[in-house]
């Protein structure tokens, strides 16, 4: 089964760039039909979405978040990476990856890691 890992800085300053890895294990990043998202939970507010990647590597952000958000990977080391630029106190949250298995026309099955706390504070 797939299992995911976020890998990063637990604190960042503001202004600075926040860098997060996930690695998957068990499964393929290239897998066909798949795509690899990042969400993130900010404190006492819901899940949001904030990018993926697809099999082929074509990446999809919110629109919100385009301008300063960027999702990239490394297939040799099946990892996927956020790089979230010009950071302030607001993207404090728990960021989660996430792996998207289509197995219907209308289901999906979601794959967790288990969460990485990041907080911004000078």
């Known amino acids: 089964q797939v299992q995911l890992q976020e890998s990063g800085p637990g604190l960042v300053k503001p202004s600075q760039s926040l860098s997060l890895s996930c690695t998957v294990s068990?499964?393929?990043?290239?897998?066909?039909?798949?795509?690899w998202s990042w969400i993130r939970q900010p404190p006492g507010k819901g899940l949001e979405w904030m990018g993926a990647?697809?099999?082929?590597?074509?990446?999809y952000y919110s629109p919100s978040l385009k301008s300063r958000t960027s999702i990239s990977r490394d297939t040799s080391k099946n990892q996927f990476t956020l790089q979230l630029s010009s950071v302030t106190p607001e993207d404090t949250a728990v960021y989660y990856c996430r792996g998207v298995e289509p197995y219907s026309d209308y289901e999906r099955y979601y794959y967790w890691g288990q969460g990485t706390q990041v907080t911004v504070s000078s």
């Open positions: 068990e499964g393929s990043i290239t897998t066909n039909n798949y795509y």
């Open positions: 990647i697809d099999n082929s590597g074509s990446a």
